[in-house]
């Protein structure tokens, strides 16, 4: 799908054609088939599902030395992934940057969404009656050790056995850690990119524009935040600091979840996904296969 300028983004569809739209928006670095098909055929026996690959992931276009861009860009992607699909509006679920992303589509594109659901992230800055960024915590010192070779060129294995490492670092001490499960979804990412080098476009895109906490005050769009408690990036409170700057929003505890989709965690996180779409699917009572 063609987005703007030289930019085409790989779009998948799956799901109930007939159900009201969803949209998946992944975290920073990482392609759409990051989100584990489990979770993705559980939501699509009700939904008509969408994922895609952000710039600089997965099939999609890789050219941020030659384009470099904002990660607001990014948010005005995902607007373009539905204006290509035809879908007026459709409930979005952002993890990590998707959930930033998905704060700036509640701000700007209010009126292209059904709802919104936001896990593993942080408030926008300027949020809350202080307006101060919201604080990251203690984060494991191997977590940052790993960030700073992110971009390191890796033979293909290494690059894989990077990547299930950071996973692990991600996924906390809560719930087990399946490395078996974790290196299947780095190959199927692999082969799906064609190539398993990084160049961590997200972390050098521009930042600015983000600091708008403090206008999620006026967000009317039903909005589930989800607390994942074993976050080594964004631990509680930061889900409660979302929830409390989103007027209405619920907010849910997954038990044990960290900032990794593992499958422990992928059940509960579709239940809980479903219950808040279930119930304004209902409340709606207008959106047909188009989100209308």
């Known amino acids: 799908m063609d987005v703007s300028g030289d930019v085409r983004l790989w779009v998948e569809q799956s799901g109930r054609r007939e159900g009201s739209p969803l949209l998946l928006v992944m975290g920073a670095n990482s392609s759409g088939v990051a989100w ?34 904002a990660v607001a860009d990014l948010a005005r992607d995902a607007v373009a992934v539905l204006d290509g699909l035809g879908i007026d509006r459709a409930h979005v679920v952002g993890m990590s940057m998707g959930g930033t992303l998905a704060q700036l589509l509640l701000l700007d594109h209010p009126d292209r969404l059904l709802s919104a659901t936001i896990l593993a992230t942080a408030v926008l800055e300027g949020a ?3 307006g101060a960024p ?24 290494e690059e894989i056995a990077f990547r299930v490492e950071h996973w692990r670092l991600l996924n906390g001490d809560e719930v087990p850690f399946d490395a078996d499960e974790f290196h299947r979804l780095e190959e199927h990412v692999v082969d799906h990119t064609g190539r398993h080098d990084n160049p961590a476009a997200h972390a050098r895109a521009d930042q600015s524009g983000l600091d708008r906490g403090a206008e999620l005050a006026s967000v009317a769009v039903p909005t589930l935040v989800v607390e994942a408690p074993a976050d080594p990036i964004n631990p509680p409170p930061s889900a409660a600091r979302i929830a409390d700057a989103i007027p209405g929003a619920d907010l849910v505890t997954i038990p044990g979840m960290g900032h990794a989709l593992g499958s422990p965690v992928v059940v509960p996180l579709a239940e809980a996904i479903l219950e808040h779409t279930r119930r304004v699917d209902v409340t709606d009572g207008s959106a047909d296969a188009t989100g209308r």
């Open 36 to 69: 584990p098909d489990e979770l993705v055929a559980r939501l699509g026996e009700h939904h008509r599902v969408v994922r895609y690959d952000h710039r600089d992931t997965g099939r999609s276009t890789w050219a941020f030395d030659q384009q470099p861009y």
């Open 134 to 157: 919201a604080p990251f915590g203690d984060i494991d010192p191997r977590l940052l050790a790993l960030w700073e070779r992110l971009a390191d060129p890796r033979s293909r294995e």
């Open 128 to 130: 809350g009656p202080d």
